[in-house]
């Protein structure tokens, strides 16, 4: 999610919606603003891997994201109803899919995606890890035997499925945070998320696509850009109608103080730490809080309170269409100590060369059939040219599918910026 809001900053967005697919899983996140949703509570060993309620909930802060079972490993079988199922059983790395030739017999989404022609067996990896598209066809065929239909349909049936399976948690996600995801900006990463990126977008309706230099290893760069910070929290009830100043103050005092030791130890410089205060709030005798962002502490009280309760209204009424006249009370006070969030400085370097790697047969829903697809070297791209759908963009760790409807082109920070029409 840090990687995410850093890439679209660079690309001129503020707000995102980051798609990260690696191996095993899909993660969504909405960024708005910069910032990912903090949540107060996060859900951890569940008994059944992606139901709500089937684990051990913890109230304690986390980035709030949505995670589907669907990655490049995912393995594609027929389910006892007679139709096609994709996940969450995964291949892993080891034996992987059955293109890898380390053993793995069944399908997965990566064996459908270079059947379809969206990955390449020779640029694997930048060359380095040869697949076998022959390998992936038989273990394509006995599923598509036992479904009755063509290898090239099992095949798209497989990479169709897993499009619908994120476009429906993505809206589902936004829903929940009341926004509607065509009006952002896709961010996609992972070792797979470029090569879905464009059928996904199309189903949400969203126009544009960012996809990040060194797409495959994003979550690792967010890891080394993301600030030293911690989270803390204090629990005193105090009601909106008996607002005590002083008894607010000594608290987050308090709770400065802790933060910044603890941030400081990491070798933050204590003039660099920033802190961000946020409160949960809800009506009197409600048992479910809402987390708000608290006023600046030094303004007059009633100027405080006020701004306060118009935060608290707004979010309250998008996220349950209405507000309700009943008096308000602060349940829980939270402090996020940071540093500085370092950033992506790599500028793109056009290699003065053609970047055109060649042509090779894929599949395009749009189009009905396989057509003569030019591939593209990423780090090769001109800055600022144009270039027009269908086509394939290869990097070393990932591989971005541009449809017939989609036009792209590298900006000055290396960024693949692809726009649907």
Excluded at 314 to 321: M, V
């Amino acid at each position: 999610a840090v990687a995410a809001a850093e890439f679209g900053r660079t690309a001129g967005e503020a707000s995102v919606l980051s798609f990260d697919m690696g191996g095993t899983t899909a993660k969504l996140c909405l960024i708005p603003d910069g910032e990912p949703n903090v949540g107060t509570d996060l859900e951890v060993a569940h008994y059944q891997r992606f139901r709500k309620g089937s684990g051990f909930p913890l109230k304690i802060q986390s980035i709030q994201m949505i995670e589907i079972g669907a990655g490049g490993g995912s393995i594609a079988a027929k389910n006892p109803l007679g139709l096609l199922d994709v996940g969450p059983h995964s291949a892993g790395a080891m034996p992987g899919p059955a293109a890898y030739q380390r053993g793995g017999t069944q399908p997965t989404v990566t064996d459908a995606d270079i059947l379809l022609g969206y990955m390449g067996t020779e640029s694997f990896v930048g060359g380095s890890f040869k697949v076998s598209k022959e390998a992936a066809h038989e273990a394509m065929a006995k599923l598509a035997d036992s479904l009755e239909v063509s290898v090239e349909r099992c095949a798209w049936g497989i990479h169709d499925l897993v499009n619908e399976s994120m476009s429906k948690a993505a809206a589902m996600h936004a829903t929940d945070l009341g926004v509607d995801p065509r009006s952002l900006p896709m961010v996609a990463f992972g070792g797979a998320g470029p090569v879905h990126a464009y059928g996904i977008a199309r189903k949400l309706g969203i126009s544009r696509i960012i996809c990040p230099t060194g797409a495959g290893v994003s979550s690792a760069i967010g890891l080394l850009i993301a600030p030293v910070a911690v989270d803390l929290s204090a629990s005193h009830p105090m009601a909106l109608d008996a607002w005590n100043m002083d008894a607010m103050n000594r608290l987050l005092d308090e709770l400065s103080a802790q933060g910044a030791e603890v941030v400081s130890a990491a070798g933050v410089p204590k003039d660099t730490i920033s802190n961000r205060y946020t409160v949960d709030m809800r009506h009197v005798g409600q048992g479910h809080e809402i987390t708000v962002v608290l006023p600046d502490r030094t303004l007059p009280k009633e100027e405080f309170l006020s701004e306060l309760r118009g935060n608290f209204f707004k979010l309250y009424r998008e996220l349950f269409g209405r507000t309700v006249a009943a008096p308000l009370e602060v349940i829980t006070w939270r402090l996020r100590a940071g540093g500085e969030k370092d950033q992506v400085t790599r500028p793109h370097e056009t290699v003065v060369a053609d970047a055109k790697k060649g042509s090779r047969k894929v599949y395009f829903q749009e189009i009905g059939s396989v057509v003569e697809t030019a591939v593209y070297d990423h780090y090769k791209l001109p800055v600022g040219e144009e270039v027009k759908g269908p086509a394939i963009v290869e990097q070393r760790e990932s591989t971005a599918v541009v449809g017939p409807s989609g036009v792209f082109h590298v900006d000055a920070h290396g960024n693949l910026v692809i726009n649907i029409h």
